[in-house]
């Protein structure tokens, strides 16, 4: 999946000023093929989060982000309802919604991930799970297998462990939950788990960081068909045009063409 985002126009905005954004750490991040490199997520770049009370009932945003996607979801792998407020507060601090578009909850980010770990990516079905695994081994290794994953426990286990330490950071540094601490109290929190400043067992905290931000683009930027990325937003940020069956009509135009998005599910039958 490619960070870069494309020239756009759109609203008057130019690319310049959208890289004043918050989104522009997209950019800066060093997401690439395979995995993550460089970069510090936050450093500065993310300015803003989420508006923690709704004006009408004083209710956190939170509580009902996105009801029309909601009402044909359930959850399959959080059977804990805590666990999915920790989950949706963390995706959306590493993808807010700003003036460009939705953020992760809005892209159904959390629902993605939580069909993903009800599979078998959550359990690791497809992964060589023999050890010996080694702590400090080189992320560029091959033989460590995706994204130098080198665990004992599975993907399924490394979030609710994550998320759980995450709440229990929260607790004991503001006497509040996670998904109920200010942005800066958030951000505060994952800042230091992307830097390993948090002791966790079975695994290093800031690898739990680069697997929720990984699996949190991967929500917002994948296919439809995979449960995030509604309504192809994300794709419509990034004008990307889906899974077009051909370009032949548009080989001979002299100009850039912008196309409507495809999914995968506008090629099955109705």
């Known amino acids: 999946m490619a960070d870069k985002q494309l020239p756009s126009k759109e609203n008057g905005k130019t690319e310049h000023q959208q890289d004043l954004s918050r989104r522009s750490f997209l950019k800066n991040t060093g997401l690439v093929a395979g995995g993550l490199v460089g970069g510090s997520l936050f450093g500065g770049l993310?300015?803003?989060?989420l508006d923690k009370k709704d004006q009408h009932n004083g209710e956190t945003e939170n509580a009902h982000p996105n009801k029309g996607y909601e009402a044909f979801q359930a959850r399959q792998f959080f059977t804990r309802e805590h666990d999915f407020k920790l989950l949706m507060a963390s995706t959306e601090q590493i993808l807010p919604e700003d003036e460009l578009g939705p953020g992760a909850i809005k892209l159904g980010v959390p629902y993605y991930i939580d069909k993903q770990l009800a599979g078998r990516w959550g359990i690791n079905g497809y992964d060589y799970r023999q050890g010996p695994f080694v702590a400090n081994l080189d992320k560029s290794d091959q033989t460590a297998g995706p994204g130098g994953e080198q665990s004992i426990l599975d993907r399924g286990s490394l979030f609710l462990l994550g998320l759980r330490k995450m709440d229990e950071e929260s607790q004991k540094r503001f006497s509040?939950?996670?998904?109920?601490?200010?942005?800066?109290?958030?951000?505060e929190i994952m800042t230091d788990f992307e830097a390993n400043n948090v002791k966790m067992k079975g695994v290093k905290a800031s690898e739990f960081f680069i697997l929720l931000k990984q699996a949190t683009l991967e929500g917002a930027y994948s296919d439809p068909l995979y449960g995030?990325?509604?309504?192809?937003?994300?794709w419509k940020m990034k004008e990307f045009p889906g899974a077009q069956a051909s370009y032949a009509s548009y080989i001979e135009h002299d100009e850039f063409k912008k196309l409507d998005p495809i999914s995968l599910r506008d090629y099955q039958g109705h």
Do not use: K
Not at 176 to 187: K, L, M, T, V
Not at 228 to 234: A, D, K, R
């Open 228 to 234: 995030g990325n509604v309504n192809m937003e994300g």
């Open 176 to 187: 509040i939950p996670f998904d109920e601490a200010s942005e800066e109290q958030q951000i």
């Open 46 to 49: 993310i300015t803003g989060g």
